[in-house]
């Protein structure tokens, strides 16, 4: 952990937009701080408050004292130019994105999917279950689930990760040694323990404020390649995370609900203003952006094997023969088979009922 960067975030004035536009022309925050007043003076100009903080060194010897810290506690920094910061915080379009995050635990923050699943604090259990029905077809890409680690729909979201082995990154709005809610204590250490992670913009001691949860949000849509609104009422924190998503060109979708229930009230308004695509199951999501539709790979199979294991003798003993030949002729089917004539066609005819086999010009015939 460089201090450096830590107490670049601790000067008075410094926003993350000014410290991005600052690393361009002076890349080494180490050397900022060895600036003499004129020096400062040039970059910052009449920004006195800014200069007297870099001159006096405060924010330096605070950071110091941090890194200690820290170290005990288990947590980490991360700065916009490290390897492990996630890139797609750095993506055009995030330019308000912190340039420091707090990690505990070591997930990887840049996998290869990310999708966020967000709602109501006061989630139905037609949101509860549908969160974790989401969960166990997205675990098909291996995809990292994103959320805020709130009641309601974001520990559905983290619970049915855990509970289907994928990683889990929780977004908090204070610092890392505090756990809002303090229900989800429990949880929070599950997801350290378990290859997740707990992330955050705000250094220990950070309390809770009502001002960073929404705040909060715009790292959970930036993080994320989709978010899913699974339950929301029509104003709420998960609306913001969805707009906000919206604005940085990513994907989002919503769970589409009953006209008559309030919590519904806002995924349906998302997809009534072409603010989001409707969703059913992550097959739908899988089309959308263009993954291995893994899931409806899977699925297909278990049809698959559920229709084979309804047939018959005769009919497996044809299925099994066109599984190892692309095509055969009912000739073909009848030498292989060992049935007569009539037995194969009424078997052969009885499977295309079942839309099991297909027949091509020739009179060949092929499985669906």
């Known amino acids: 952990m460089n201090p450096y960067h830590i107490a670049l975030t601790l000067v008075p004035g410094l926003g993350n937009k000014t410290i991005r536009q600052l690393l361009a022309c002076c890349p080494k925050p180490e050397e900022l701080f060895s600036m003499s007043r004129p020096q400062l003076r040039e970059i910052f100009q009449r920004h006195d408050g800014i200069i007297a903080s870099i001159e006096s060194r405060q924010p330096l010897a605070q950071a110091k004292q941090s890194v200690a810290e820290m170290q005990s506690w288990g ?14 915080l750095n993506e055009a379009g995030c330019e308000d994105s912190p340039v420091l995050l707090y990690r505990m635990g070591r997930c990887d923050l840049n996998p290869h999917h990310s999708v966020a699943l967000v709602g109501s604090r006061k989630c ?12 166990h077809e997205l675990a098909t890409d291996g995809a990292t689930i994103v959320s805020g680690l709130a009641y309601g729909i974001d520990t559905a979201a983290h619970t049915a990760a855990l509970e289907n082995g994928l990683p889990t990154i929780a977004v908090l709005g204070h610092g890392l040694d505090i756990v809002y809610p303090s229900q989800n204590r429990l949880l929070a250490r599950r997801i350290v323990e378990q290859g997740g992670a707990l992330l955050s913009e705000y250094p220990l001691h950070t309390g809770i404020n009502a001002a960073h949860f929404p705040a909060r949000n715009r790292i959970v849509a930036a993080l994320a390649d989709a978010t899913i609104v699974v339950e929301a009422a029509e104003r709420g924190g998960a609306l913001i995370t969805a707009n906000i998503a919206n604005s940085y060109n990513r994907e989002v979708f919503a769970v589409p609900g009953r006209l008559c229930d309030p919590l519904s009230e806002g ?3 998302l997809v009534i203003h072409n603010k989001a695509v409707m969703i059913r199951n992550a097959g739908d999501l899988f089309y959308q952006m263009g993954w291995k539709n893994t899931f409806d790979q899977r699925r297909q199979r278990e049809e698959q094997l559920a229709i084979f294991a309804s047939l018959d003798s005769n009919q497996q003993t044809v299925v099994t023969l066109l599984k190892d030949n692309r095509e055969m002729t009912l000739d073909e ?4 088979s060992g049935l007569s004539l009539p037995k194969a066609a009424s078997v052969v005819t009885d499977l295309e009922l079942r839309n099991v086999v297909r027949c091509l010009p020739g009179r060949l015939y092929k499985l669906n």
């Open 267 to 269: 995924c349906n308004n």
């Open 75 to 88: 947590v980490e920094c991360l700065f916009c130019s490290d390897t492990d910061y996630p890139k797609r």
């Open 333 to 336: 089917i009848v030498a292989q």
């Open 124 to 135: 139905s259990d037609y949101g509860r279950t549908t969160t974790h029905r989401l969960v």
